[in-house]
């Protein structure tokens, strides 16, 4: 079979066009052989493109790149980088042209049962269970891939700035409000309310504009937009924009999986599917997940717990924060963020100081971390209730994976700025780097296609969504109890076979 043909929809720069005439092909066996001998090898546009001198250097983290090793990441590459990067960057790193077998079809994936060290294989339907789905995951790379190229011929990934204006309106207001009760209010405890519900709305804005940053909807400069992150988010919110790209990032590649995205590997508190209940090993956390006695208890109830675990998730965010300050092997802005996040430190804690009393106090920060649960569950309802397992690991493109892991939120046009484009997480997740203002425009564009190919487009308002997510949480925290009756029914056999056992000698 020749090799593959790169794909009308992508551009191609004369460098690449340039390294695909002097390349020598390379063949599924080769790559897979090569991958198991310690090579970084990534299938991007018909070329295998080896990043073993790059992935210390991957601004979105190792992991990201880890994830794609033996796989067709045309599309991932596409959506989550700068047009720079695939026409200068890439081709550099390329060592061969990829040439598939004949008989393989339509494949992304090459390495799904390989046991690699640093990505586990993408959690699939059980073969018995598996049913024939009828997709032409070719033909939905195809039109995604139109798609994408028409939102960049009519300007979409343009940002207009002036659809910032009114944010930064807004969050100048959060901030002034806050500020002002805590320097010149009276003393009374609705004072302290009235300023911890503002500064929770003033963080999550301020999250909404990170991630925007984060992925380089603002300029489209990755150094520019990821600096300037750091120096908003981290200054006033006292986050780590850099531990959260490398965490999102890793998201967006694996979206979904049980055992390698970190935004749904939330254990001993959150299970949202039964497959947790094995002690799954967590490729980012780099640990087993286990499924310990407080696992088993919190996961029964989480259904009914999940709302009051929100209310303290922001302090796991400062922990993970820290943490990857100090101790991540990959933290390329970590001398910028900890003197980001010093003065945070310094110019918050004054601003407490003038809380006159230790209850006026402890109200201020209770209010102002748990109303910030609200962002909390605008990241999980788009995922928690969605499906972890994959029809067909080694065919299914990237655009049938996006669209079957979340989900949409409904809300009217005025009420955008309370979701910050978390609101149109399928189109976000199909087109990363498009600026979040234009999501609502391009969502009938991306209900047509899926209608077309029979992908089911999920989507609620935010009550029916949060019923919707509780109802899931609540069905797995169920087969808790049948687990533990399950496991205490074979030990109990294994209890008498050994007793028999014994007996007879």
Not at 245 to 265: E, G, M, R, Y
Not at 316 to 343: H, K, Q, T
């Amino acid at each position: 079979m020749p090799p593959r043909t790169p794909s009308p929809f992508v551009p191609h720069s004369k460098l690449a066009d340039r390294r695909r005439s002097k390349l020598p092909p390379m063949s599924p066996s080769t790559l897979r052989q090569r991958i198991a001998n310690g090579e970084f090898l990534v299938i991007i546009d018909g070329l295998v493109v080896k990043l073993n001198g790059f992935i210390g250097k991957h601004p979105g983290g190792p992991l990201a790149i880890m994830h794609m090793v033996g796989r067709d990441a045309t599309d991932e590459v596409l959506a989550m980088h700068p047009k720079e990067v695939i026409d200068e960057v890439m081709p550099r790193w390329a060592v061969a042209t990829f040439v598939p077998a004949e008989k393989d079809g339509f494949k992304v994936s090459f390495v799904e049962d390989m046991e690699l060290p640093y990505s586990a294989a993408r959690s699939a339907v059980k073969e018995e269970d598996r049913t024939e789905d009828g997709l032409d995951y070719a033909a939905i790379q195809r039109d995604f891939r139109q798609l994408d190229q028409k939102l960049k011929d009519t300007g979409y990934y343009k940002c207009n700035y002036s659809d910032y204006v009114s944010d930064m309106a807004r969050n100048l207001t959060f901030f002034a409000v806050a500020v002002s009760l805590i320097l010149y209010g009276p003393h009374a405890l609705w004072t302290y309310v009235v300023a911890g519900v503002s500064t929770a709305l003033l963080w999550q804005q301020l999250a909404f504009f990170a991630h925007d940053l984060g992925h380089n909807e603002l300029t489209g400069n990755s150094k520019f937009d990821m600096v300037l992150g750091v120096c908003i988010a981290d200054l006033l919110g006292g986050l780590s924009v850099g531990w959260w790209k490398k965490n999102h990032n890793t998201h967006h590649i694996v979206t979904n999986d049980i055992d390698n995205d970190p935004d749904i590997q939330h254990m001993p508190f959150f299970a949202i599917s039964t497959k947790f209940f094995e002690s799954r090993y967590s490729t980012y956390y780099n640990r087993v997940m286990e499924f310990d006695a407080a696992a088993r208890f919190f996961i029964s109830m989480q259904d009914k717990l999940y709302y009051l675990i929100m209310c303290f998730a922001r302090f796991n965010l400062y922990f993970l924060s820290w943490n990857y300050m100090l101790f991540s092997d990959f933290a390329p802005y970590r001398s910028l963020e900890l003197g980001c996040i010093g003065v945070f430190l310094l110019w918050f804690s004054h601003l407490l100081s003038f809380i006159p009393t230790w209850p006026y106090l402890l109200t201020y920060i209770f209010i102002s971390h748990s109303v910030s649960a609200i962002l909390h569950i605008q990241i999980t309802l788009s995922h928690f209730a969605m499906s972890t397992e994959s029809p067909d690991p080694e065919r299914e493109c990237f655009a049938a994976r996006q669209i079957r892991t979340t989900m949409d939120v409904i809300c009217p046009t005025y009420f955008d700025w309370f979701h910050g484009g978390l609101q149109y997480q399928i189109e976000h997740h199909l087109f990363p780097r498009l600026p979040r203002h234009k999501l609502r425009t391009i969502q009938p564009m991306v209900k047509e296609i899926c209608k077309r190919h029979g992908l089911d487009f999920l989507e609620f308002s935010f009550i029916d969504g949060n019923v919707y997510t509780m109802r899931w949480l609540g069905e797995i925290a169920s087969q808790v109890k049948v687990y533990n009756c399950r496991e205490k029914l074979e030990s109990e056999k294994m209890s008498a076979l050994k007793q028999a056992i014994s007996a007879k000698n």
